[in-house]
């Protein structure tokens, strides 16, 4: 949570810190501000709301200066106000701060200040680092904040800056994602690539308990105790156009439009050119007699990662016959799992920087498991920890809303459990050519769907005159109502709950009356009667019932008010076309309830607080 973005160069700070600060707004959107050094020495500046708000202000009074620091929040420690906005400074106003994470000793460390005679204004845990760095400052800053450091508990990546050196900007990660820009008489920090791509393609990335001390001459690494690190720049190989609109009205919209692209990149070399092997040459530690000792498999994740999931669970089971146990992330490590190094524990995170998801998989390492990432980041926390990584290759996902990062983890899934089912012997060879003929004709199934988006702007404006719905299906359509619900809820603000067909009966039932939409899947050709009498269960009651079913399925399309038709597909491979509808319709249902489809309320994109 949290959008950090620092430089130290030649050029006005101000636009490169507002550009990188737009580009991290899907981290937080709730207030952001800069400090720079200008010539009347560091300056503040801070708006409650979007960075617009901060660029109006800026406009009518710039601050004029080649080092700065700026933030976009997600409150955490105090509401959203002006004062709670970062940069934080203290009583002196020579030293300035931004902060993403939490200091969990905050209180204790504010407590002492205050005895030291520290004035506070806000209601952050961030005052408190700004105060103990001046506190602690002998005359070089670093070594002021390598000793603030060790006095803080908790998440933290930092920018930190103070008047007395203004050649210098100090930068921490623990715990919280920080990387750095290496630019020609100019350097750069942020919470994420797209802040700085704009002015460089090479990067280091920070790992948890190093620093970077940056100069417009170059860049310093080092632990937290001030021992000098060597590391490999990293070179970005993905352009700042795939992080545009263009030309779409917002990111979700353009993001579920690239999902044939993005299946079609994460499936790429993985399959054979004759169609009948799965090869994933990346997986280095899982080897063929690694995979025989596994004797089950846990998932991991949060959210729409999460939904993913649960499609993945039916898939191994289904194609590798392995028991697969799933929890979302921050439950995991709490419940005392057993894990043994027997377990391959599957972590699935888009932004590869989520806490809980990170937590866990740290718990598994920590008890011998083999943890496999699927993430969407090559550089991530999770990505970089993990024993064995799938990429997915769906790009940069800006959407607050997961769209096409979901489709792709389904697709990583389905190479998995085929991956499995060929070096366990669990499928035969026709089998396993049957779905990946079938995997490869989803890119054009989806852009099929993709046509009719302008029925489901019909459905979806009707859809957003209501204030409760209800998503139902049985088995992977059951997973897939979860993620359409949740999609719904979270830019639509609609209350919408996703229940098993079969359920509904104990009980939300009772909830069904005259009118109500009904969101019924129906894609799972051995439950499809089964779901009709569920169908027809809440139909008796009065509900407006919207079927998502298979092209052909003429009989389930009699029981509906309304069909949208997906095309023919395995029964297992249902998933990744019937969640596209869904998608659709939350986007549309926002748009017409006028919300902020890419930026919903209370959320943000990478969650890395617990
Ligand atoms: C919903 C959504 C979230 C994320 C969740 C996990 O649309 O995007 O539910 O799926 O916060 O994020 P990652 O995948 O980055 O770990």
Same mark, same amino acid.
Request: some cysteine; overall charge negative.
């Given at each position: ?32 501000? %800069? $400090? *720079?050094?200008? #010539? &009347?020495? +560091?300056? @503040?500046?801070?708006?409650? /709301? ?119 900007? %100090? $930068? *921490?990660?623990? #715990? &919280?994602? +920080?990387? @750095?820009?290496?630019?020609? /008489? ?129 898939? @191994? ?294």
């Amino acid at each position: 949570m949290c959008g950090i973005v620092g430089y130290i160069g030649k050029r006005n700070s101000q636009e490169i810190l507002l550009e990188g600060l737009k580009k991290l707004e899907y981290r937080g959107y709730d207030s952001a501000g %800069v $400090a *720079v050094y200008t #010539a &009347s020495g +560091l300056q @503040i500046q801070k708006a409650k /709301g979007r960075i617009a708000n901060l660029e109006s202000k800026l406009e009518e009074a710039p601050l004029n200066g080649s080092v700065g620091i700026g933030h976009t929040r997600w409150a955490t420690h105090g509401k959203p106000s002006d004062v709670n906005s970062h940069p934080h400074t203290d009583n002196s106003m020579k030293f300035s701060v931004v902060h993403n994470g939490i200091i969990e000793n905050y209180i204790t460390l504010k407590e002492e200040l205050i005895e030291k005679g520290h004035v506070f204004v806000s209601e952050t845990d961030t005052e408190v680092i700004s105060h103990l760095i001046a506190d602690l400052y002998e005359g070089d800053i670093l070594k002021a904040v390598q000793k603030a450091v060790k006095r803080m508990t908790g998440a933290f990546a930092l920018g930190v800056l103070t008047e007395f050196e203004p050649d210098r900007l %100090v $930068a *921490v990660r623990q #715990a &919280s994602p +920080l990387i @750095i820009g290496i630019g020609e /008489g100019e350097n750069f920090i942020g919470s994420d690539i797209p802040a700085i791509l704009e002015y460089t393609r090479n990067v280091f990335i920070l790992n948890d308990g190093e620093m970077a001390l940056l100069t417009r001459e170059g860049v310093e690494l080092m632990t937290l105790e001030g021992n000098f690190i060597s590391r490999e720049m990293f070179r970005v190989d993905w352009d700042i156009v795939t992080a545009e609109k263009a030309g779409f009205d917002h990111f979700m919209l353009k993001e579920i439009h690239e999902q044939p692209r993005a299946y079609r990149d994460t499936m790429g070399s993985r399959i054979s050119a004759d169609g009948t092997q799965v090869t994933l040459n990346e997986l280095t530690t899982l080897t063929p007699e690694a995979i025989r000792e596994i004797n089950r498999v846990h998932i991991v994740a949060c959210g729409t990662a999460y939904h993913a999931g649960m499609v993945g669970k039916y898939i @191994i089971e289904k194609m590798a016959r392995i028991p697969v146990e799933i929890d979302v992330a921050s439950e995991y490590r709490y419940r005392s799992p057993i894990i043994t190094k027997d377990t391959l524990v599957i972590v699935v995170s888009q932004s590869g920087e989520t806490a809980d998801t990170l937590a866990a998989l740290r718990e598994a390492k920590r008890c011998g498991a083999h943890v496999l990432a699927i993430t969407n980041v090559v550089g991530s926390s999770v990505a970089r920890e993990a024993d064995d990584m799938i990429v997915t290759l769906a790009g940069p996902e800006i959407a607050v809303a997961s769209t096409k990062a979901y489709t792709s983890q389904l697709v990583a899934f389905y190479l998995f459990g085929l991956h499995l089912a060929q070096t366990l012997g669990t499928q035969t060879a026709a089998e396993i050519a049957e779905t990946l003929a079938a995997l490869k004709a989803l890119p054009e199934q989806v852009e099929a769907i993709l046509e009719q988006a302008e029925a489901i702007k019909g459905v979806a404006e009707e859809m957003a005159k209501h204030d409760n719905l209800f998503f139902i299906g049985r088995g992977l359509d059951y997973a897939v109502a979860l993620e359409g619900s949740l999609k719904l809820k979270e830019i639509s603000y609609i209350h919408s709950e996703a229940y098993a067909a079969g359920e509904l009966k104990h009980g939300t039932l009772a909830l069904i009356e005259e009118g109500v939409p009904v969101i019924a899947l129906a894609t799972q050709h051995e439950l499809l009667e089964k779901t009709v009498s569920n169908i027809k269960e809440v139909k008796a009651r009065g509900a407006n019932v919207l079927g998502i079913a298979v092209e052909g399925e003429l009989e389930l399309q009699k029981s509906v008010d309304s069909t949208f038709v997906i095309p023919k597909t395995l029964d297992v491979l249902a998933p990744a076309l019937s969640v596209v509808p869904l998608q659709l319709l939350s986007y549309y249902a926002s748009l017409a309830r006028g919300n902020d489809v890419d930026k919903p309320r209370n959320l943000a994109k990478s969650v890395t607080v617990e």
